[in-house]
């Protein structure tokens, strides 16, 4: 990862084409996750949802209806909770080709099966879209901002997560930061220079924060540092899975405090497009 001496982005140098990147989206990949069964089997669905949910419900406090874009949309988790609400015209991009066809699918919305890259330009075609850890995957991520401010509607919105440069866990795990996340991530943006690209293609950023919950971000931090460390306490901890009550009972309190200060693990922008 090389930084930019001016402007403080970090990039990954050399990086791979899509062709190559694509063996890192492999079957098993987080965000392929399973879509949530209309019966729920318990405490493990509810605990998948949560994330979802509370994203969907940032979305309507911002566009409670139109046509919502969702980039990156995975396995449709996020589309599927708000489809549920039935207050959105739905669709995704997904470049993963089979996932894309399995997210359509099952909630028989469309989905573009390619890169945000390909997707066609339509001006003023959307009022939400949505980049849920995505933008720091794309090869042209500025090119990306102004085609997000062509395809919103005056007034439109763009939420969008990316790893929190500021993060309290980048500077205690360094290298093994999930936020770099080599090969898939591509870039790491400094907070001006993301609010200077937003402005400068005619978007406004309303808030930035930190969800709260990032215990699963965390819990992989401590399995990148124990592949090197070895620590047995760590072993027993992560044998317990991200939701284990040893783990969830150490993290809670202590990752609602670094959240609220904006140190999580990754950082949630809100930005309108101006009239």
Not at 3 to 24: K, T
Request: aromatic letters at 12%; proline letters at 5%; charged letters at 20%.
């Amino acid at each position: 990862m090389i930084e930019c001496d001016s402007c403080g982005l970090i990039r990954q140098d050399p990086r791979l084409d899509w062709a190559d990147l694509a063996n890192y989206y492999k079957p098993g990949y987080v965000c392929h996750t399973p879509q949530i069964p209309e019966k729920k089997g318990g405490l493990r669905e509810i605990n998948q949802s949560l994330g979802s949910i509370k994203r969907v419900n940032l979305v309507q406090r911002h566009k409670s209806t139109g046509a919502w874009l969702d980039v990156g949309c995975g396995s449709g988790l996020i589309l599927q909770a708000a489809k549920k609400r039935g207050f959105w015209q739905l669709s995704g991009v997904e470049p993963v080709l089979e996932m894309a066809r399995y997210t359509s699918k099952k909630l028989d919305v469309p989905v573009f099966p390619s890169t945000f890259e390909e997707y066609p330009v339509q001006d003023n075609a959307f009022d939400v879209i949505t980049m849920w850890d995505v933008l720091e995957h794309l090869a042209e991520p500025f090119i990306a901002i102004n085609k997000v401010a062509r395809l919103l509607k005056p007034n439109g919105v763009f939420i969008f997560s990316t790893p929190n440069l500021f993060s309290l866990d980048r500077k205690i795990f360094k290298d093994a930061w999930l936020g770099y996340d080599l090969p898939r991530h591509l870039y790491l943006f400094p907070d001006k220079l993301i609010q200077k690209a937003l402005q400068e293609n005619g978007m406004s950023v309303n808030s930035r924060f930190c969800f709260t919950g990032s215990h699963g971000a965390w819990y992989l931090d401590l399995a990148y540092w124990n592949r090197n460390n070895h620590s047995k306490i760590v072993d027993y901890i992560l044998s317990k899975g991200p939701s284990g009550i040893v783990f969830r009972l150490f993290t809670f309190l202590p990752l609602r405090l670094v959240d609220w200060l904006k140190f999580g693990t990754t950082i949630t922008y809100v930005a309108r497009k101006n009239d």
